[in-house]
């Protein structure tokens, strides 16, 4: 079956240190890929998809950038984190409806 | 925006009753999905409804769509405490480089006391 990872589960990061939020699939081949971010009491929005290796989308302009340098690892990366990057960051691969991995809780100090 | 927009916000009940969350959107779709999220964790995907279909069932949980008023309704029959969590529902299109794009409302907080 397939199943996702995501780590760390939570980061307290202070203001202008750089990010990096991992997420893997197991369990399937070329999966389109995605990265969400919940801000708190919120819905999610979607800021990065990849249809493959090496192919990524944005969907808003922000200060996070994607990369995905294989099947099924992608991943969320900051050079210097604002505070507005807090937030919950959801990976999500879709075949049908969607399945989210456990998601990293990010707090900016 | 396609934005889905959920009603009420937040929702309390007693265990045994029947929950109704409903959703708006605003824009022609591809198909409505229904999401779950407990406190502080991922979301789980409950139910996919599509632009052609008029309702759908799984288990305890009963969706409808009506594309006319571009709406969608989410019952949960028999609640129980466990079924407390947030709910949102996404509206579904596909994006110009593939893959899909789902957007999500706020959502609704249902708490189910014993």
């Known amino acids: 079956s397939q199943t996702i990872h995501q780590w760390p589960a939570t980061l307290v990061q202070p203001v202008g240190s750089p990010l990096s939020l991992e997420c893997t699939v197991e369990?399937?081949?070329?999966?389109?890929l995605y990265w969400y971010r919940q801000a708190a009491g919120r819905g999610l929005q979607l800021l990065f998809y990849?249809?493959?290796?090496?192919?990524i989308s944005s969907e808003v302009p922000q200060n996070l950038s994607a990369s995905r340098p294989q099947d099924r690892q992608f991943i969320l990366s900051s050079k210097k984190l604002l505070l507005s990057d807090s937030g919950f960051y959801l990976c999500?691969?879709?075949?049908?409806?969607?399945?989210f991995g456990p998601g990293t809780r990010l707090t900016v100090l | 925006s396609q934005q889905g927009e959920e009603d009420p916000q937040a929702l309390s009940i007693q265990e045994g009753e029947n929950a109704t969350m409903n959703c708006s959107y605003k824009t022609s779709i591809n198909n409505l999905q229904w999401y779950r999220q407990n406190s502080g964790r991922g979301l789980v995907h409950l139910i996919l409804?599509?632009?052609?279909?008029r309702e759908k069932h799984s288990g305890r949980l009963r969706v409808t769509l009506d594309t006319s008023k571009k709406s969608s309704s989410l019952l949960i029959t028999a609640s129980r405490a466990a079924d407390t969590a947030s709910y949102f529902c996404a509206t579904d299109y596909i994006l110009t480089g593939g893959g899909n794009k789902l957007t999500f409302g706020t959502g609704t907080q249902l708490k189910v006391e014993l």
């Open positions: 999500a691969w879709s075949s049908g409806g969607k399945f």
């Open positions: 369990g399937t081949s070329n999966p389109n």
């Open positions: 990849s249809v493959g290796i090496g192919q």
């Open positions: 409804i599509r632009s052609n279909e």
